[in-house]
C-alpha cells in the first residue's frame, strides 16, 4: 500500500492543474519517432541582412533526444571572434513529461579558444553547454544569436542533416534591405513566401512541417543534391574594409584580388635565389618543378586565423622570413616565386576534401576551404598542392582532383576544371610467388605497384615518407590475410607526375589452405578478395555513383608439393556490367597453378532502377574471388 500511495503522489505532482509543462514526448506522434533516435520539434533560423557591411545569424531549436545515439545533439556550441560577437546564448532542459530539469546559467556555459590542434594563431574562440542527460528521453531548448561585423556569407539551411531525425515544423527566413536582396538556390524546395517587416524592410521565407527524414543511400550524389536545402549568398558586401560584389565569379575574383594586392613581394635575397634555381632549367616546367621543391623543403603548413586570416594571405615576405603559412600564404608566397622566374601562377580558391561536396559553379558564393597553386600553359595546367612537404609535383589526387575552382586572375575569377584520372593510371598491379607446403601453410613474395588515385589507398601517399617501422605497420594493417608474419619489406614512392609506389613484402602465411584428410582446399585470390554486397532495398530512391575508376590485376604464382594434385579448378569467370568488368582464370604448370584476376570499375552516374544490376554484379564479384581450388594428397 505505501508503494501504491508513493506512485499516486508522483502521479499528481506530475500532473498538477497549472504546472508548467512544456514539450512532453507523449505529444509526439509515433510514425515521428518510429526509427529515429531524435525529434526537432521547432526550428526556427532567421539571417538578418542590415548593411553592407553587418549582419546577424539567430537559431531556436527544440529537440526531443530519444536515446543514447543522438546525446551529442544535447551539447551546444557558438563560435566568435573579432569580427562577430554573441549577443544571445541561452537553453533548457526538460524530462520526459515536459517539466523543467535545469535552466542554463553563466556558470554553465564554457567560454574557450577554438584550438583546433594545428592552428599556430588563432582569434576564434567558442562559447558552449553540455546539456546531455542520463535518462531518456529527455528535451532540450535552446537559442542563440550572432552578431557579425561584415555581410559575406551565410550558412546553407538543410530542412533535415541526419536520416534518423524526424522534423515536427521549422522556418527559415531572411531579412534584408530592398537595396540588398540576396540570391538564393533552391534544392528540392519551393519558391519563398515574401512579405515586409514592420520597419519597412523586406523579408523572404520559407516553412517545413512533418518531414519523416529519407534514408540516406550508399553510393550517391552529393549530400547538397539529395537533401532539401537552401543557399543563400549576398550580391554586394563588404569584409573586413573589403568591399566587393558576389554575383559573378568574376566580380568575386577581382574581390579576392584586392585582399592579396601587394602581399606578393619577394625579399631581394630570394629573388637571387630564384634566379640561381632556374638558370639552367630548359623549360617553365622545370623551373616550376624546381620552385616547387624548394618551397617544399623551406616551408611548412599551419593553420592561421586571426582577423581576416581565413580571407587574406601572410605577406610573401612573412612566410620567406618564418618559414611557414597556412594554404593561403603558401599559394600566395609560391605564385611570387614563379613570377620571379617569368612563370604565370594563380591563387586559386578550391573545395578540398575526399568527400567534401564540390563547388557549384553556377551559383558564385563562399563555397571553397582551401587555396592551390594554378601554372597554365599551352599543353595543360599545372596544379601545385602548397600545402605539402611530400606531394608529387603537380598531383591533386583525391583532395582537389575532380572539382571546380575558382582562379584568381588579373581580370577577376575564372571557373576552371582540376584533373580527373582514368581508370588506367588509378592502378594497383599485384605480382605473388606462393609456395604452398602440404600442411597448408606458405611462404610468399608479394610485390604490388600502386598508381594514381590508388598511390593514395588507406593513406599509402603519407607512409610512404615515414620511416621503416612506419611501413611495417602499414604492409600489416593493409595486408588482407588472416594470419601472417611479415619478414623482410621495402616501399619505394616514385613521385611522378602521376605517382606511383612500390611495395614488396616477404609473408609466412599459417593455415593458408585448409587440410581436410586428403584434401587440401586453397582459396587462389590471396589479398584482394572482395568482401562487399550491396544491401538488400525495396526500393532505391537515387541514382547510383561511382567517383572512382580504378583497375586492379592479380598474377599469384602457387607453387605446390609433388605430393599433391589438382581435383578441382574453377572455371574461369567472365563478369560484364555498365558498373565496371570482372575476370578471373587459372593456369595450370607442372608443379604451379596461376590464378590472374582483373577487376575494372568505371565512374559514372547510373539510374536507380539499376541498382539490382549493381547488387548482383558486386555478388558475383564476391562469389568469384571466394571459389576453392581442391587439391588431393596422393600419399
Not at 565569379?249 to 592579396?260: C, E, F, R, T
Request: charged fraction near 25%; proline fraction near 5%.
Amino acid at each position: 500500500m505505501k508503494q501504491v500511495g508513493l506512485s499516486l503522489l508522483l502521479f499528481y505532482s506530475i500532473n498538477l492543474p497549472g504546472a508548467d509543462i512544456k514539450y512532453p514526448v507523449s505529444e509526439i506522434a509515433d510514425e515521428m519517432k518510429k526509427g529515429m533516435y531524435a525529434v526537432i520539434r521547432s526550428k526556427e533560423v532567421r539571417l538578418d541582412i542590415q548593411s553592407k557591411s553587418s549582419s546577424s545569424y539567430y537559431r531556436r531549436e527544440v529537440i526531443t533526444i530519444l536515446n543514447a545515439r543522438a546525446k551529442n545533439y544535447a551539447f551546444i556550441g557558438v563560435g566568435y571572434d573579432k569580427l562577430r560577437s554573441i549577443k544571445l546564448f541561452r537553453a533548457t532542459v526538460y524530462d520526459a513529461w515536459g517539466r523543467e530539469i535545469k535552466k542554463m546559467k553563466s556558470s554553465d556555459i564554457k567560454d574557450e579558444s577554438e584550438f583546433d590542434g594545428y592552428s599556430l594563431l588563432s582569434d576564434n574562440r567558442s562559447k558552449s553547454a553540455d546539456l546531455r542527460q542520463a535518462v531518456y528521453p529527455y528535451t532540450i531548448e535552446f537559442e542563440y544569436e550572432v552578431q557579425n561585423k561584415f555581410l559575406y556569407s551565410a550558412p546553407d539551411f538543410f530542412v533535415y542533416r541526419d536520416d534518423e531525425i524526424s522534423l515536427m515544423e521549422s522556418s527559415y527566413s531572411v531579412i534584408y534591405p530592398a537595396n540588398l536582396k540576396p540570391r538564393y538556390k533552391l534544392f528540392h524546395v519551393q519558391e519563398p513566401v515574401f512579405d515586409k517587416t514592420k520597419d519597412g524592410r523586406e523579408q523572404m521565407s520559407w516553412q517545413f512541417k512533418n518531414i519523416i527524414p529519407q534514408k540516406f543511400e550508399r553510393h550517391t550524389t552529393n549530400f547538397e543534391s539529395t537533401v532539401a536545402n537552401i543557399r543563400v549568398s549576398p550580391v554586394e558586401f563588404e569584409f573586413g574594409g573589403y568591399p566587393g560584389r558576389m554575383d559573378t565569379w568574376k566580380d568575386y575574383g577581382l574581390w579576392q584580388a584586392s585582399l592579396n594586392k601587394g602581399r606578393d613581394v619577394l625579399p631581394e635575397s630570394t629573388k637571387q635565389k630564384v634566379q640561381e634555381l632556374v638558370k639552367n632549367a630548359k623549360s617553365d616546367e622545370e623551373k616550376a618543378r624546381l620552385l616547387y621543391e624548394f618551397l617544399q623543403n623551406k616551408t611548412r603548413y599551419v593553420s592561421i586565423q586571426l582577423g581576416i586570416g581565413g580571407l587574406q594571405p601572410f605577406e610573401a615576405s612573412t612566410v620567406d622570413a618564418t618559414g611557414y603559412g597556412d594554404c593561403k600564404a603558401l599559394s600566395n608566397y609560391m605564385v611570387a616565386l614563379l613570377r620571379e622566374a617569368g612563370i604565370t601562377g594563380y591563387y586559386t580558391t578550391i573545395q578540398a576534401g575526399a568527400n567534401e561536396s564540390a563547388v557549384d559553379p553556377d551559383f558564385p558564393s563562399d563555397q571553397a576551404n582551401h587555396v592551390v597553386v594554378a601554372v597554365p600553359s599551352k599543353q595543360d595546367t599545372t596544379w601545385l598542392e602548397c600545402t605539402s612537404q611530400t606531394n608529387p609535383f603537380g598531383w591533386t589526387g583525391r583532395f582537389t582532383g575532380d572539382r571546380y575552382a575558382m582562379m584568381v586572375t588579373e581580370t577577376g575569377g575564372v571557373m576552371v576544371k582540376t584533373p580527373s584520372y582514368p581508370a588506367e593510371v588509378n592502378t594497383q598491379v599485384r605480382t605473388a610467388h606462393v609456395t604452398l607446403d602440404i600442411s597448408g601453410n606458405a611462404k610468399a613474395t608479394v610485390k604490388t605497384i600502386y598508381s594514381g588515385l590508388q598511390y593514395e589507398n588507406d593513406n599509402l601517399n603519407f607512409i610512404v615518407s615515414k620511416p621503416a617501422e612506419e611501413h611495417k605497420k602499414w604492409i600489416q594493417k593493409t595486408t588482407q590475410i588472416p594470419s601472417f608474419d611479415v619478414g623482410k619489406f621495402t616501399i619505394k614512392n616514385n613521385k611522378a607526375i602521376i605517382p606511383s609506389a612500390e611495395v614488396e613484402a616477404e609473408l609466412i602465411l599459417s593455415r593458408l589452405a585448409t587440410v581436410n584428410g586428403k584434401r587440401i582446399f586453397l582459396t587462389p585470390n590471396l589479398m584482394n578478395r572482395s568482401t562487399y554486397i550491396p544491401e538488400k532495398t525495396e526500393k532505391r530512391n537515387t541514382n547510383i555513383v561511382l567517383r572512382l575508376p580504378y583497375i586492379d590485376l592479380d598474377t599469384i604464382e602457387y607453387a605446390v608439393p609433388e605430393a599433391i594434385y589438382p581435383e578441382f579448378v574453377p572455371d574461369p569467370v567472365r563478369i560484364r556490367s555498365r558498373f565496371g568488368e570482372y575476370e578471373s582464370s587459372y593456369k595450370l604448370e607442372q608443379g604451379k597453378i596461376i590464378y590472374i584476376r582483373k577487376l575494372r570499375m568505371n565512374k559514372g552516374e547510373f539510374p536507380a532502377e539499376s541498382y539490382n544490376e549493381f547488387a548482383e554484379f558486386y555478388k558475383n564479384i564476391n562469389k568469384a574471388d571466394n571459389t576453392k581450388v581442391v587439391f588431393v594428397n596422393k600419399t
